[in-house]
Structure formats: C-alpha cells, structure tokens
C-alpha cells in the first residue's frame, strides 16, 4: 500500500497557474505507477480521468486529455517522495477535483479502476 496526500488545490483565474504536490509514502519500493487524475463537477469516481503519470523509474506520461498536452507538466522530487503536478494556462474546464493515485507495478492502464490507493484529493476552480 502507498499512503498518498495532495495539496496545492485553490481558486484561480483563467489563464493562471497551480502547482500541486502529492506526498507519498509507505509500499514504495516495489515497481509502482502513480497518477493524476481529476474528476469533473457531477461526475462520479467512474469519471475520473488520467491527467498524468511517473513510474518508479521516472518515466512520465500524459493521460488521453487533449487539452492539457503542453500546459500541465508531472515531476517527481529527488528524494522519491514527492509527486507534482505543474498546470499552467488553468482554463475554466480544468476545475475539478484532483486526485493523486497509485498502480502496481507499472504504468500498464491509466484507468482508474485499475489504481488501488488514492489520496483525498484537492480541488482546483479556474474562475473565467
């Protein structure tokens, strides 16, 4: 099991800027997957959707949301404890609530079902 907190969520206006961190712990030296995922207003835990991934060797992906290609960056600190998601350019779509999660042992399926822990989440609101 991987214990996962986020922060950093906030209101922001169209066209700023967040930085998310995600702090985990525990079951971390197997091979893992950790993700981010974001589950829009009125969506169930169904809806969320793979916003971006790192895997244990810090090989980083991007999920199938076309409209973050370019304007959200995934990183992980040197000390492996720290996952973050860098999103620039915020636009009022991108409000939702964020979710850090982990997968064993590899980035194999971005969809949420398949990820067992998750932390409780941080929600962003982009204001236009």
Known sequence: E???MESG???VQAGGSL???CV???DIHRNYCLGWFRQAPGKGREGREAVAYIDNAGTTGYGYIDS???R???SRDSAKTTLYLRM???KPEDTA???CAADFPSCHSLESVDFSDWGQGTQVTVSS
Do not use: C, H, N
């Open 72 to 74: 959200f960056t995934v």
């Open 97 to 99: 609530m964020y979710y």
């Open 68 to 70: 973050v290609q370019g």
């Open 2 to 4: 991987i214990r996962l």
């Open 19 to 21: 930085k998310l961190a």
């Open 9 to 11: 969520g906030g209101s």
């Open 88 to 90: 620039d350019s915020l």
């Open 24 to 26: 985990y712990s525990g």
